[in-house]
């Protein structure tokens, strides 16, 4: 096997990762400020705000937990003796981020049928 061409596709890798986990962190952060900016609209009635909490502390998440992820894939990435606790890193960012993203998106729509019913 071709060592350069395996060195070229370790880090084109790296960088469609690192894309698409800036995608998210990019998302999660603008829902983030999103939210933040309505905050006042939404206080009386008082109904549902535990979702709109929710929506937030899983959005911080998916934030914290891609940082990490695309740090831990960029060290991994160019120094790949580091196997075991960057990929372990990695992987754990990757769930965490999945998981901000998706509850965070779960508790919003919860949160307005809550304001609109």
């Not at 008082?46 to 959005?59: C, H, N, Y």
């Not at 740090?71 to 003796?81: G, K, L, Q």
Request: proline share 3%; net charge positive.
């Amino acid at each position: 096997m071709n060592t350069k061409s395996q060195t070229v596709d370790r880090f084109e890798r790296a960088k469609l990762l690192h894309d698409y986990f800036k995608h998210l962190t990019t998302i999660s952060t603008g829902s983030i400020a999103f939210l933040v900016t309505f905050i006042k609209e939404f206080t009386e009635p008082k109904v549902g705000l535990g979702w709109f909490a929710g929506a937030l502390v899983a959005f911080l998440i998916c934030v914290a937990s891609s940082v990490a992820a695309q740090t831990a894939y960029i060290w991994y990435a160019s120094n790949p003796e580091k196997t075991l606790p960057t990929k372990s890193i990695y992987q754990t960012g990757l769930v965490g981020s999945w998981l901000g993203l998706v509850a965070g998106v779960f508790c919003l729509v919860i949160f307005a049928f809550y304001r609109l019913f």
